[in-house]
């Protein structure tokens, strides 16, 4: 691409928005123009990105006249506005869950299957946070042996429920510090008729639960890794559990390939798997944790060990930043790929 792209931003106020801008700065990422959008409430607000004072705009269709690369922070909007600016020539990459099982749209997470990029109409969805910091410890497996089973247990930040989810969590805490009493409003979610308490606890309920007795949490990590994988054999059973931690999810997780693998092999494939880093001293009690992997880029990997019982059962454990890695760098990085291949007309 011989020209530096337009860009916009929708939801540009919000947390996934923010970590945008943030990266735009820290990857220095180049553009021609720059429009922030959100809603209505938000409109007029004034935001520093790389040294230069924008203002919100109200996000309407219109919005997208001259656009290049269109970022959705996510949210119910997109169902409305992405189809807008698509058919107005720019490509969305979304983060919201609308378009993640739609055929005709490809679902990313770059150092994994970029080759989908090439196959879109207009909009490229972000996966799911949690499926994105799976694929990034599974994937390096994957390509030494396929992977024929996943039992993956999450536990995911507060952040993940939004600005509010950390202050109930904080509320909370504090709350309970002083002997007072206080009414959980947020979580498991919002929309929810019963709420609990957070803070010292954890709660094995993540959005709501589905038919088959699983949430629609849990379910987007299988349906969202068969079809990244391009493979819908592999047999998957998630459990996402909220915890009280304000950044960064972490999982534990168990798979079985198809071949037998070592300890060691594992190991040498997520050293050598760009967006992993390993983790994994236990003789000096270095392993993963969410405080140390928030507002970092890489997933990090750890407590790799043979399962006791199946010969090709390998447990470990992964940790990532759900707000960064998990949503506004993957999308960032699919812009990143587009302009670096020339995808963008």
């Known amino acids: 691409m011989s020209k530096l792209p337009r860009v916009a931003v929708l ?3 919000g947390a996934v928005g923010q970590e945008f801008i943030r990266l735009f700065e820290e990857r220095d990422f180049q553009f021609a123009s720059l429009k922030l959008l959100a809603s209505a409430r938000s409109a007029g607000k004034k935001i520093m990105v790389k040294g230069k004072e924008y203002t919100v705009e109200e996000a309407k269709p219109e919005s997208f006249e001259d656009i290049d690369i ?12 992405a189809p807008e600016a698509a058919k107005r020539g720019a490509v969305v990459i979304d983060n919201s869950s609308t378009f993640r099982m739609d055929p005709e749209v490809p679902l990313v997470i770059p150092e994994i299957n970029p080759e989908d990029i090439a196959w879109h109409k207009g909009i490229i969805a972000n996966p799911n946070c949690s499926t994105i910091i799976m694929l990034m410890a599974l994937k390096p497996i994957y390509d030494i042996s396929r992977i024929k089973r996943i039992i ?3 536990y995911q930040a507060v ?3 939004g600005k509010d989810g950390i202050d109930e969590l904080l509320d909370e805490a504090a709350a309970i510090a ?5 009414t959980p409003k947020i979580l498991p979610s919002a929309s929810l008729p019963k709420h609990y308490q957070i803070a010292y606890n954890v709660i094995p309920q993540i959005d709501v639960f589905l038919d088959n007795d699983y949430t629609k ?3 987007k990590m299988v349906n969202e890794t068969h079809k990244i994988f391009h493979d819908d054999t592999i ?5 996402a559990v909220r915890v009280p931690v304000i950044r960064s999810h972490a999982e534990s997780i168990y798979i079985e390939t198809e071949d037998h693998l070592t300890t060691d092999q594992v190991k040498k494939a997520i050293e050598g798997f760009k967006g992993a880093v390993l983790v994994d001293d236990i003789k000096n009690m270095i392993y993963p944790m969410p405080l140390d992997t928030s507002n970092k880029t890489d997933v ?3 407590r790799i060990r043979k399962d006791l019982y199946g010969e090709n059962g390998i447990n470990l454990w992964a940790c990532g930043d759900q707000i960064r890695k998990g949503a506004a760098l993957n999308a960032l990085q699919i812009a990143e790929y587009m302009i670096q291949h020339d995808m963008i007309q």
């Open 11 to 13: 939801g540009a106020t």
């Open 70 to 81: 269109a970022l959705f922070a996510g949210g119910s909007i997109s169902k409305t506005l």
């Open 152 to 154: 993956v247990s999450t």
């Open 159 to 161: 952040s993940g429920a």
């Open 178 to 182: 002083k002997g007072e009493s206080y």
């Open 217 to 219: 949490e849990e379910m």
């Open 235 to 239: 047999a998957i059973t998630p459990t």
């Open 300 to 302: 990090a990997v750890g």
